[in-house]
Antibody, heavy 119, light 110 residues
């Protein structure tokens, strides 16, 4: 079974940076590089918001307008991971950040990592 | 940008009875491939969202057959033939034709 794990969340001041990582559980590591990965966030008391996508080879990258120019998605095949570099963070970026595999739909999700932007 | 709306936003249900949620997109979700890019997700309390239906009418792996999706173009429906207690949560329709856009959610409670 596919299991995704997010890490890297925490408390950061407005204007600061944070790097999130999405990896697969041990059983799924060998196939992680075949996954198309999305990042979806959910602010407190709000619905989910899609923010970024990266294709298997990393050749197709998409961003929501709300994060374009501030966030960068990338993947490291050697590390079997997908990262989300978040710069110029704002209070409104406070959310639980999920990574999710795209295969027809967003069929597997991690448990999320909390990012809090506050002074 | 494609806008997605849902109705109702709150849906009281009775176990054993059917339930239905409507979803509408601001433009057709039909792709030239013939696929219509509308998915349904359920987020149970304290959990990550889970995929129920993809490409309008395909049940995801492990999803009970009491869930069904239908629709075309800009109008879609999720139906639960007989609601069970475990079905409570927030249901989201999501367009996946141009990036991804989540609807506002329908809170289903008993």
């Amino acid at each position: 079974e596919v299991q995704l794990v997010e890490s890297g969340g925490g408390l950061v001041q407005p204007g600061g940076s944070l790097r999130l990582s999405c990896t697969a559980s041990t059983a799924s590591k060998g196939t992680f590089n075949n996954y198309e990965i999305n990042w979806v966030r959910q602010g407190p008391g709000k619905g989910p918001e899609w923010i970024s996508f990266i294709s298997r080879a990393g050749t197709t990258i998409l961003y929501a307008d709300s994060v374009k120019g501030r966030f960068t998605i990338s993947r490291d095949a050697a590390e079997n991971s997908v990262s989300l570099q978040m710069n110029s963070l704002r209070v409104e970026d406070t959310a639980v950040y999920y990574c999710a595999r795209y295969y027809g739909g967003l069929d597997y999700w991690g448990q999320g990592t909390l990012v809090t932007v506050s002074s | 940008d494609i806008v997605v709306t849902q109705s109702p936003l709150s849906l009281p249900v009775t176990p054993g009875e059917p339930a239905s949620i409507s979803c509408r997109s601001s433009q057709s979700l039909l792709h030239s491939s013939g696929n219509t890019y509308l998915d349904w997700y359920l987020q149970k309390p304290g959990q990550s969202p889970q995929l129920l239906i993809y490409l309008t009418s395909n049940r995801a792996s492990g999803v009970p057959d009491r869930f069904s999706g239908s629709g075309s173009g800009t109008d879609f429906t999720l139906k639960i033939s007989r609601v069970e207690a475990e079905d409570v949560g927030i249901y989201y329709c999501v367009q996946a034709l141009e990036k991804w856009t989540f609807g506002p959610g329908t809170k289903v409670e008993i």
